[in-house]
């Protein structure tokens, strides 16, 4: 739960930060400079973390063979796709508005891993995705001009979804190291979009504003992708997907600090609905019996934990990471749908 508190917070505050450099820094450019950040940021912790612990600070399972091609996925719809989208967006719609907007970004999550990856789904659960919807619904409507807004918020859209592809793409690689991947997917995302940006000619002031768009990418893409990975492991794609609910909360509350940007009556209901959301998510519960298909694979655990009491040379109660086997069976108890339980349910 706290690998994804931070992982919201974080990310949260760059939308508004996002609108702000956007004035200044054309979209594409600063999409690949907010990437390429957090290929700095990572490098940077990475390097900090050889020199003082003389070596890396835990073991960790790094990415081979098909890894890099969930890679080069979750690399276009998320890294490149989605924040160029958002940042076109950010343009057209008020910072509050973004904000708050993306809490789609969970429910886009949900619905393409229930639809297309086969993760299950409570009542509770659809009723908080439906919840979150009408808010959205809500945040699209501008009481001044008596309209909705659609060009802004349909860009939003869009690369919420991207990066709703992105985190279950992701979910897949989820137990290797998370730092190999944000920094692989902040340096080619940040290459590849500063070079779009240099092809279609756009222009750039190489002023401090690069300097801060630099900053808020090792922090709000990098860290945070980091600290998001590490969620998905426990939690799956749909509950994280989910609990980064909070980041358009702390997002609506830097947008109105920095830019006092107001919604009007529209954001009423809109938060009204999405803090039952939240709540219908939180309450929901998940124990049955099921079973657990063979199973080979590497990853960081311990042998505390349920599925990894198996014994072998060496066994330590220290997380490590190693390939196991893990037999088949079958058993009850409360569970997400996490690196270990990607088995169908009965309707």
């Not at 600063?30 to 957090?38: C, I, K």
């Not at 699209?140 to 793409?169: H, R």
């Not at 092809?199 to 922090?219: E, T």
């Amino acid at each position: 739960m706290l690998y994804i508190l931070v992982s919201a917070s974080l990310f949260g505050a760059s939308p508004p930060l996002a609108k702000m450099l956007v004035r200044e820094v054309p979209p594409v450019v600063l999409a690949g400079l907010l990437y390429f950040g957090a290929f700095l940021g990572l490098s940077a912790y990475s390097f900090g973390e050889m020199i003082l612990l003389k070596g890396p600070g835990e073991k960790r399972a790094f990415l081979e063979g098909r890894d890099y091609l969930w890679l080069a996925g979750t690399i276009l719809s998320g890294g490149i796709i989605a924040p160029i989208n958002l940042l076109f967006g950010l343009e057209r719609v008020s910072g509050f508005a973004a904000s708050l907007l993306l809490n789609l970004e969970g429910v886009l999550t949900a619905v393409i891993a229930v639809f297309l990856f086969g993760e299950s789904a409570g009542k509770r659960l659809w009723l908080a995705l439906a919840c979150v919807t009408v808010a959205g619904l809500f945040l699209m409507w501008e009481p001044v001009q008596g309209k909705f807004n659609l060009t802004g918020p349909l860009l939003i859209v869009i690369a919420m979804a991207a990066w709703g592809m992105d985190n279950n793409l992701t979910r897949h690689i989820s137990g290797k190291d998370p730092v190999q991947i944000a920094r692989i997917k902040g340096l080619v995302s940040g290459i590849v979009s500063l070079g779009l940006g240099f092809l279609f000619g756009m222009r750039i002031d190489w002023d401090a504003h690069i300097i801060y768009a630099l900053l808020l990418g090792s922090f709000s893409y990098g860290i945070s992708l980091v600290f998001f990975i590490k969620a998905l492991e426990g939690f799956g794609s749909f509950r994280t997907g989910l609990f980064f609910g909070f980041a358009p909360f702390i997002s609506a509350v830097t947008s109105l600090i920095l830019l006092r940007e107001w919604l009007g009556w529209v954001m009423f209901p809109a938060t009204g609905l999405m803090a039952v959301g939240l709540w219908l998510m939180i309450e929901e519960r998940h124990s049955h019996l099921h079973v657990h298909e063979e199973m080979t694979h590497t990853h960081l655990h311990d042998h505390e934990e349920i599925h990894h009491r198996h014994k072998h040379a060496g066994t330590t109660q220290e997380p490590h990471v190693h390939k196991h086997m893990h037999p088949g069976g079958s058993h009850a108890h409360a569970h997400w749908p996490d690196t270990h339980h990607r088995h169908e349910h009965e309707p």
